[in-house]
Each structure stands twice: as structure tokens, then as C-alpha cells.
């Protein structure tokens, strides 16, 4: 006799309406979600590339009118500078040395002064007191201090405290007039002046920035070669050293927005030249980050860092000086000057950061809405 198999009791109306309504409910999730999952996230990357667009546009128009005004600044400097070479007082004794070194016989015997730069390295009183107690001298200090020039001609406060050296040199690059006595004697070896002496063609030479030990400071200098007469020739060089942090700073440190958004001045070494948070001198650790920032036109770049000392992804917007730099050191590609506008990541992504956490509450609040609606249509 068999035993009877136990039958399954059969699924009660409640039991089967549940399950039924479970599995419209998962189904209407599903269908709802995905798609407002996809909705939201294609939302999000949308919102984050306009909000990196904007930025980067904002950052390149503020850097190229910064590089704009600093343009202008240089050019204002140079144009005072030229002044000074063109006075004819200057023009007329460096052409008597000229006249005077060129008329004297080669094999002529070597003046009483050809021990001068011997005594000069020594300090000699009396030297230093012919060089930098001249004529030349006191009409290079009266330029300097405004008393030789017109209203609209004046060195600003500013300008005349960042000048730490004003001197001039013949067409040999012998000292011949100087503010002070902190110039050396003989010049003519040196990469500013050959630049500016242009084999005997003259052009302007603006050097980058490097630390001065004769001013113990980093500065740039401006050369500008004296003409002749007849504008046919150099005859001497006018050079001039300047403290680029405080020739920059009232320029660049007072364009500030947010907490940590600013404008720094950087060579195409990645040189800080002025810069409210990175000392004048210093190089941007990061040295991928150069070739990004330094091209001949304006733009904006998501940076892999922010040359600042941090990895984190960065906007930075940059522009070149060009005035400038077609003067610096006599080439676009190996002087060139720019602007590089940053702020930290923090403060610049928050407004991505506020729109993911608003999405995201939304995005809750709508699944519980269809998972409520679901259940109330099941």
C-alpha cells in the first residue's frame, strides 16, 4: 500500500495579489529608474562641462587684459628709459669717447686709466667719485628723480623704489656714468649688452628675471642702446635694474576674486615673476604644466595640477605679454612673458560639487515618489 504524496497547499488570494503587485512594483522602479538614473547623470556631465567652459572663458579674458595692462606697464618703463638715452648731453659725450677711442693709433700706449677697473673693484674714492659724481651721473639722477623731466614724465614712487641700478656704458661697455657704485667696471661680455649693442645696430633687450647679487634681489633689466646723432650707430648702452616683485606687485596683487583666485606674471622658464602667494624666483614645481601655459596666444587649459604645489586637476587661464616679449632676451620662443590667472580647486569645482548634491537629493526624492506611485498603481 502506498503512501499518499503530501499536496502543496494551493497559493491563498493574498499570497498570489502580493506577489503580482511585488513584481509591478520592481518592474515600474526599473522603468522609472534607469531612465531618471541616465536623465541625471547626462544632466550632470552637461552642467560640469558649462561650468568648466564658463571658467575657463572668465580666466582667459581676465588674463589676457592682465597681460594687457602689464604690456602697457613695460612699455611705459621702456618709453622713460628711452628718454634718458636720447638726451643729447649723452648723446654728445659718448660720441666724444667714441671719437676719442677711434683716433687713437693702435699701438699707441695705454692710458693712466687703464687701471681704472682694478681701483673700481677696489672702491676707489676719487674713481668712484668721477664716475658716479659726473655730469652724466647728476643728469641720470635727475631723471630719476623727476627733476629733469615733465609732469607727465615722472617716475611713480613705485617705479623710482624698484630701481635698484641706472648706469651707463660707451661703445665698449666701459662703465661711464652710474647712480652708485654697485655696477661693475666693464660690460661689454655680457649678454645684456651684446643684445642691446646688436653689432653696433642697437635694439632693445629686456632681460628675464634673475637674482641680482649686486641687488640681492631677482630682478629684470631694460637696455636700451644710445644712437648716435644721426641715429646710424650705437655708441653706448643705458641699462637699468629693476625689482621685479616690486615693479609687479601693485600691478598683479590687487587682481583678486573669490578667496583664492589671482594673477601671477611667469617667464617661459616657469619663473615666477610676481605672484601674491609664490615667492618672485621661484619655479613651477610641476614641469609639464610650462608648455600648457606658455603658447604665443591666449587660452584656458584643465591643468593635471595647479602649479601651486598641489596635484589636483586645476582651470588656468593664460596669456602671452607680446609687446614685451619680442624685447626679451631678443626672441618670442625662449623670453616670452605671461599671465596665469588660477584658483584652488576647492573653491573653483564647489559649484560642480553643490550640483551633484542637488541631483542626487533629487534624484532620491523622485525614486521615492515612483516607488510610492507604484505601489498606490499596483
Not at 282 to 290: A, E, F, M, R, V
Request: proline share 7%; net charge neutral; aromatic share 8%.
Amino acid at each position: 500500500m502506498t503512501t499518499p504524496r503530501p499536496t502543496r497547499p494551493p497559493h491563498t488570494p493574498r499570497e498570489t495579489r502580493w506577489g503580482l503587485k511585488t513584481k509591478l512594483i520592481l518592474s515600474m522602479l526599473f522603468v522609472g529608474i534607469v531612465p531618471l538614473v541616465v536623465g541625471l547623470g547626462m544632466a550632470f556631465w552637461q552642467g560640469s562641462q558649462e561650468i568648466r567652459e564658463v571658467n575657463g572663458e572668465s580666466f582667459k579674458a581676465l588674463a589676457t587684459e592682465a597681460a594687457r595692462k602689464l604690456d602697457l606697464l613695460v612699455a611705459d618703463e621702456v618709453a622713460r628709459t628711452g628718454r634718458i638715452a636720447n638726451d643729447p648731453a649723452v648723446v654728445r659725450e659718448l660720441e666724444h669717447r667714441r671719437d676719442a677711442l677711434q683716433s687713437r693709433p693702435p699701438d699707441a700706449p695705454q692710458p693712466a686709466e687703464a687701471d681704472a677697473e682694478a681701483r673700481w673693484a677696489a672702491h676707489d674714492p676719487t674713481l668712484i667719485k668721477q664716475i658716479s659724481g659726473s655730469p652724466l651721473a647728476t643728469l641720470l639722477q635727475e631723471y630719476y628723480t623727476g627733476t629733469h623731466s615733465a609732469p607727465d614724465q615722472l617716475l611713480p614712487q613705485v617705479v623710482r623704489s624698484a630701481t635698484k641700478m641706472l648706469f651707463l656704458t660707451d661703445v665698449q661697455g666701459t662703465l661711464v656714468a652710474a647712480m652708485t657704485a654697485k655696477p661693475e667696471f666693464r660690460h661689454g661680455h655680457t649678454s645684456w649688452w651684446q643684445g642691446a649693442y646688436n653689432q653696433g645696430a642697437g635694439k632693445l633687450y629686456i632681460e628675464d628675471v634673475h637674482f641680482d647679487e649686486k641687488v640681492d634681489a631677482y630682478a629684470f633689466t631694460i637696455s636700451i642702446p644710445v644712437m648716435d646723432s644721426l641715429r646710424y650707430e650705437v655708441v653706448g648702452v643705458l641699462h637699468r635694474v629693476i625689482d621685479a616683485k616690486e615693479f609687479f606687485s601693485p600691478s598683479t596683487h590687487v587682481i583678486r576674486f573669490g578667496k583664492t583666485g589671482h594673477v601671477m606674471l611667469i617667464d617661459s622658464r616657469g619663473i615666477v615673476m610676481s605672484c601674491p602667494i609664490l615667492p618672485t624666483g621661484l619655479s613651477i614645481s610641476d614641469k609639464s604644466l610650462i608648455p600648457l601655459i606658455t603658447p604665443m596666444a591666449p587660452g584656458w587649459v584643465h591643468a593635471p595640477s595647479d602649479g601651486h604645489g598641489g596635484n589636483s586637476r586645476s582651470i588656468i587661464g593664460f596669456a602671452p605679454l607680446p609687446e614685451t616679449s619680442r624685447a626679451t632676451n631678443g626672441t618670442l620662443e625662449k623670453g616670452s612673458w605671461h599671465t596665469f590667472v588660477w584658483q584652488s580647486s576647492d573653491e573653483l569645482f564647489a559649484p560642480i560639487g553643490h550640483l551633484f548634491t542637488w541631483m542626487t537629493l533629487f534624484g532620491s526624492v523622485a525614486v521615492v515618489l515612483l516607488a510610492v506611485l507604484g505601489y498606490v498603481a499596483a
